[in-house]
T-cell receptor, first 111, second 115 residues
């Protein structure tokens, strides 16, 4: 069975500072990993994915994620946070057409 | 392209009533999914479909039924609504080609309250 853990319910950062949202995963085969963002009263929007290859994946809106196989982690990062990045972020692992989502991390970026 | 469209956006039901949530996608995707989102619990898979005429149970299927009569539509039914089914329901779709590495496309949700 596959699983995802997002250890932080909430992450607070100041605008302009770097941000990290953590995710660890468990999967029996090759990991297909995704990050999604959800704004209030909207559905989830795809940010980036790791399938294979480079451990640093670049995605939308300046976000990137670092895949670490030995630590089974896939942390979301951004060098300089914006107030508009404030949202709910979900990590997901995908296998055989089905996704398992983490419980989500609320990111708040303060001016 | 509209992407994934869910109707209705909001609904209030009384315990025991029935209703159907509609999901429509215009991307010719093979795979479609229904999730529920509850505070602090992420998204939980209710039912899914790998193609027209097929459905399968997900993680929390009890109390729900689904149908996929047309490729572009995926219906979620509540036969006898219960307060525990108060939630936000999301539909999603995915391309079939090498389906595990494709992102899901989500609708904006249906907010359902059962009194």
């Amino acid at each position: 069975a596959q699983s995802v853990a997002q250890p932080e319910d909430q992450v607070n950062v100041a605008e302009g500072n770097p941000l990290t949202v953590k995710c660890t995963y468990s999967v029996s085969g090759n990991p297909y990993l995704f990050w999604y963002v959800q704004y209030p009263n909207r559905g989830l929007q795809f940010l980036l994915k790791y399938i294979t290859g480079d451990n640093l994946v670049k995605g939308s809106y300046g976000f990137e994620a670092e895949f670490n196989k030995s630590q089974t982690s896939f942390h979301l990062k951004k060098p300089s946070a914006l107030v508009s990045d404030s949202a709910l972020y979900f990590c997901a692992v995908r296998d055989l057409g089905k996704s398992t989502f983490g419980d989500g991390t609320t990111l708040t970026v303060k001016p | 392209n509209a992407g994934v469209t869910q109707t209705p956006k909001f609904r209030v039901l009384k315990t025991g009533q029935s209703m159907t949530l509609l999901c429509a996608q215009d991307m010719n995707h093979e795979y479609m999914y229904w999730y529920r989102q509850d505070p602090g619990m992420g998204l939980r898979l209710i039912h899914y479909s790998v193609g027209e005429g097929t459905t399968a149970k997900g993680e929390v299927p009890d109390g729900y039924n689904v149908s996929r009569l047309k490729k572009q539509n995926f219906l979620l039914g509540l036969e006898s609504a219960a307060p525990s089914q108060t939630s936000v329901y999301f539909c999603a779709s995915t391309e079939r080609v090498d389906y595990s590495n494709q992102p899901q496309h989500f609708g904006d949700g249906t907010r359902l309250s059962i009194l």
